[in-house]
């Protein structure tokens, strides 16, 4: 995993609570966005459980109780929350694209592949998308099959992709 450089406001205690000043909140906002899909890009994670974000060093800074720490902790106001967030540092169009640049560059048109292979196959071990949610995965493929560049092949426990 990637060392974090934290940025200078992962220290600063208002940087973890809402922000009633509309512009303050607003720029909060754009900074905790960069943060959060910085932080995905580098440990190469897609997927946010929010029950277990408060183990990560993203939103526990142990000198800092948040706010996420506080609703985590209180079950009560947790039954409406969606509990698994997809984070895309690159659009799914993005993700299509890497992954059909590759299969173009090594000769897997008209081929199938794995969506295993895909992920984490030895011949994708440089690639951007090598350990690369499968979901996530799955929906940029998706859109490689609106492009008609690709089918997606998913059945009982078997999922790939034929490219075109």
């Known amino acids: 995993m990637a060392e974090i450089d934290w940025p200078w406001h992962y220290s600063f205690p208002p940087f973890f609570t809402i922000q009633l000043h509309a512009e303050t909140r607003s720029k909060q906002i754009v900074a905790w966005r960069a943060l959060v899909l910085e932080y995905h890009r ?34 009560r106001l947790m039954i409406n929350l969606i509990f698994i967030w997809h984070i895309y540092w690159h659009t799914l169009e993005e993700w299509g694209g890497m992954v059909y640049d590759w299969a173009q560059n090594n000769g897997m048109i ?43 092949i998913i059945f009982d426990d078997t999922q790939g992709v034929k490219f075109f």
């Open 42 to 75: 580098l440990t190469k994670q897609s997927v946010l459980d929010i029950r277990e974000a408060q183990r990560s060093p993203l939103f526990n800074n142990t000198s800092i109780n948040s706010i996420l720490f506080i609703l985590c902790h209180n079950t």
């Open 110 to 152: 008209n081929t199938v592949c794995t969506l295993f292979e895909l992920t984490q196959g030895d011949n994708t071990c440089d690639e951007e998308f090598h350990g690369l949610d499968t979901e996530v995965l799955i929906k940029a493929l998706r859109t490689l099959e609106d492009e008609k560049k690709a089918e997606v």
